[in-house]
């Protein structure tokens, strides 16, 4: 090859790098924002249900009795807040590392994008050990290991 076509196969390499990146964080976001955090907070108002008739039946007791499920309540609250600001950080990043092209740009989604995937990730994940697997809409982990 001479030195046109390496570079020209440099660009291409470049540009499908960021296509892929850029593709990935559109379903990450996409998934997030429009599978987990809905069905996190579907099992958060269960909770939340099953707090309020403890609190019906059992008075000032039910702080006690339900302090499972307050907990769960809050920390699901947390991941969802978390998804939520990162998913939109994740989107402005993305929209700036978009205004470049070849190297700035792949650069741009390799340093500013992609370090959003593990995060956002951390928190879907976690909310996927927590909500009941009849409401989860997505394979878990761990039904993975024995799907054939």
Known sequence: MNKIEIEARYEIKLEEYTKRLQIESRVLGDISRNHVVPTAIIYQNTLLENTKNLKEIFGGEYKNIAKEQIELIMIISNHITEINS??????????????????????????????????????????????????????????LLFTK
Not at 95 to 109: I, Q
Not at 111 to 125: A, G, M, N
């Open 86 to 143: 990162l998913v939109l950080k994740m989107d402005a990043q993305r929209a700036k590392a978009n205004k470049h092209s070849g190297l700035k740009s792949a650069e741009e989604y390799c340093s500013k994008v992609k370090p959003f995937f593990e995060q956002i990730r951390y928190h879907c994940d976690n909310l996927e050990t927590m909500v009941d697997d009849n409401l989860w809409p997505l394979t878990k982990y761990r039904e």
